[in-house]
């Protein structure tokens, strides 16, 4: 079996505003579990950088551990990028994008990456208001690990161990609410019809912006009401745990109206209730999102759609009032005012 991504590709593709095909912006062939949700993410980036005429080269790609954290691979492979330790992503997208504003930074995690391990980063990430698009394909286990609980999961899923999680999950799209987020989104990695949009949205928007899209594990994910996946994991461990085998399983996709619902059966029987927001939906009211959000939690709903946006906030390099230009082609004379000056600084001091 090989990886490599054949290089043909049909001489009369469509190209975009700056002639590039979709060639330009894809990676190297996945290696994610055939079916995972994954994979939807990628070729949605790959999508709406392509609509947007992105160039490749003006883009840097972060993440940290994770099977999310090695989607950057698959996706943009003229860009720059950087693989981080798990958790730590945030604080290398900040001293990136400090000192080379001039890039388009996009963050790919994880539920395990940014809700456990790298919840300090992520919460600073959004109080500087960094400029990023920060994306977190959220299953609710540790896929890499062999499916442990993430601290994301439901309360009352069951794992591949047939054990209840006892915890209430963190809902990352509330928290980054909280803490003031100026842009949040939320999606299913099977509706791609709704991904594309916002993640151009998020690309386009001067600041920390979050899209926390639920992409269920094809191997390892259960959720409430998986009675079914319980009994079935319960009678089966032994054997999967000895062979470790990951069955094809087709990509599970949907589409459905805005401020409607859909029920989504997944490949263990179990059932995710999607809600997406209407047309009509305000998302400049912070305090409105938040109750929508709640009222979502307690109908055990999954809302999806821009959820908020503050479109004045002002962003890391705004608030520490840096110079336009990147801070990394900073010569010796932009920085050095001269012993004039500094014998006048020198002086104030005194």
Same mark, same amino acid.
């Given at each position: 079996?090989?990886?490599?991504?054949?290089?043909?590709?049909?001489?009369?593709?469509?190209?975009?505003?700056?002639?590039?095909?979709?060639?330009?912006?894809?990676?190297?062939?996945? /290696?994610?579990?055939?079916?995972?949700?994954?994979?939807?993410?990628?070729?949605?980036?790959?999508?709406?950088?392509?609509?947007?005429?992105?160039?490749?080269?003006?883009?840097?790609?972060?993440?940290?551990?994770?099977?999310?954290?090695? /989607?950057?691979?698959?996706?943009?492979?003229?860009?720059?990028?950087?693989?981080?330790?798990?958790?730590?992503?945030?604080?290398?997208?900040?001293?990136?994008?400090?000192?080379?504003?001039?890039?388009?930074?996009?963050?790919?995690?994880?539920?395990?990456?940014?809700?456990?391990?790298?919840?300090?980063?992520?919460?600073?990430?959004?109080?500087?208001?960094?400029?990023?698009?920060?994306?977190?394909?959220?299953?609710?286990?540790?896929?890499?690990?062999?499916?442990?609980?993430?601290?994301?999961?439901?309360?009352?899923?069951?794992?591949?161990?047939?054990?209840?999680?006892?915890?209430?999950?963190?809902?990352?799209?509330?928290?980054?609410?909280?803490?003031?987020?100026?842009?949040?989104?939320?999606?299913?990695?099977?509706?791609?019809?709704?991904?594309?949009?916002?993640?151009?949205?998020?690309?386009?928007?001067?600041?920390?912006?979050?899209?926390?899209?639920?992409?269920?594990?094809?191997?390892?994910?259960?959720?409430?009401?998986?009675?079914?996946?319980?009994?079935?994991?319960?009678?089966?461990?032994?054997?999967?745990?000895?062979?470790?085998?990951? *069955?094809?399983?087709?990509?599970?996709?949907?589409?459905?109206?805005?401020g409607g619902s859909v029920a989504v059966a997944l490949h263990d029987g179990?059932?995710?209730?999607?809600?997406?927001?209407?047309?009509?939906?305000?998302?400049?009211?912070?305090h409105s999102a938040m109750n929508r959000l709640y009222e979502a939690k307690?109908?055990?709903?999954?809302?999806?759609?821009?959820?908020?946006?503050? /479109?004045?906030?002002?962003?890391?390099?705004?608030?520490?009032?840096?110079?336009?230009?990147?801070?990394?082609?900073?010569?010796?004379?932009?920085?050095? *005012?001269?012993?004039?000056?500094?014998?006048?600084?020198?002086?104030?001091?005194?």
């Open positions: 079996m090989t990886f490599v991504r054949p290089i043909f590709r049909h001489p009369e593709s469509p190209k975009n505003a700056i002639g590039y095909t979709k060639k330009h912006y894809e990676g190297a062939l996945s /290696t994610l579990c055939a079916g995972c949700g994954h994979d939807s993410v990628s070729g949605a980036i790959i999508q709406a950088c392509f609509e947007m005429a992105v160039e490749p080269h003006k883009v840097a790609k972060l993440s940290g551990i994770g099977c999310s954290s090695k /989607t950057p691979t698959y996706f943009l492979s003229n860009s720059h990028g950087f693989n981080s330790v798990h958790g730590r992503m945030p604080s290398v997208a900040t001293g990136a994008n400090l000192a080379n504003r001039d890039l388009m930074y996009i963050g790919i995690s994880g539920d395990g990456d940014s809700a456990s391990i790298g919840m300090g980063q992520f919460v600073h990430a959004i109080r500087r208001n960094l400029n990023v698009t920060y994306i977190i394909m959220n299953n609710g286990c540790y896929g890499l690990t062999k499916g442990q609980d993430s601290a994301t999961a439901d309360a009352g899923s069951i794992n591949k161990s047939g054990s209840a999680n006892m915890y209430q999950a963190i809902d990352m799209a509330g928290l980054a609410l909280e803490l003031g987020a100026s842009f949040i989104a939320r999606s299913f990695s099977g509706d791609k019809e709704q991904m594309i949009p916002l993640i151009k949205a998020a690309m386009s928007h001067p600041g920390f912006a979050l899209i926390d899209i639920v992409s269920p594990c094809v191997t390892f994910n259960n959720n409430p009401g998986s009675t079914k996946s319980y009994d079935y994991t319960r009678e089966h461990m032994e054997a999967t745990a000895a062979v470790d085998y990951v *069955p094809y399983m087709p990509e599970i996709t949907t589409q459905y109206a805005e179990s059932i995710i209730q999607l809600s997406k927001l209407d047309q009509d939906w305000n998302p400049l009211d912070r307690s109908r055990s709903e999954i809302l999806t759609g821009l959820i908020y946006i503050d /479109t004045n906030a002002a962003d890391l390099h705004t608030l520490l009032k840096t110079v336009k230009k990147p801070l990394n082609t900073l010569e010796k004379q932009d920085l050095c *005012p001269g012993s004039a000056v500094l014998e006048g600084i020198n002086n104030s001091c005194r």
